[in-house]
């Protein structure tokens, strides 16, 4: 099964680490993902339409549940609010939380990367957060299927 490349996977723990003030309680993530889809959504929206942003963060879940099971019972993303139905129950009393919003946000960056292109895509990312700086290893590889 393909992965999100380290760099992506990096940089999204980095920015989710950012917007939950450095907690790492599957709370302070659940929060934490829901202000970066929020934040995503402002930026993207103008680019691929508030559906197209929905469709690539409802893909990111998918890919996400593949490897956190419990992820599965996340509902869709559903407008600019990011509520993420069910997020905070599907993430209490895993040990895995934290890696978990990790990989939905990692597989949407990876998505967007794929989709738009590296400048473009992750400039938007950037937009939101520009002190948190997006250091790759190698270029992103093809975004999984």
Request: with cysteine; glycine share 8%; hydrophobic share 50%.
């Amino acid at each position: 099964m393909s992965r999100v490349p380290p760099s992506l996977e990096d940089f999204a723990r980095r920015l989710l680490l950012h917007e939950a003030g450095g907690r790492e309680s599957a709370e302070d993530f659940a929060d934490a993902m829901v202000r970066a889809c929020q934040a995503l959504h402002v930026r993207l929206t103008p680019l691929l339409s508030a559906a197209g942003v929905n469709a690539l963060l409802g893909r990111a879940l998918t890919l996400a549940a593949r490897e956190f099971p419990f992820l599965a019972a996340v509902g869709a993303v559903k407008g600019p609010d990011c509520s993420l139905d069910g997020l905070r129950e599907a993430l209490a009393g895993h040990d895995a939380a934290a890696d978990a919003v990790v990989a939905i946000l990692g597989n949407f960056l990876w998505l967007l990367v794929d989709f738009i292109g590296e400048n473009l895509g992750l400039r938007k990312v950037h937009e939101a957060w520009p002190g948190v700086p997006y250091e790759p290893e190698t270029s992103p590889e093809k975004a999984p299927s």
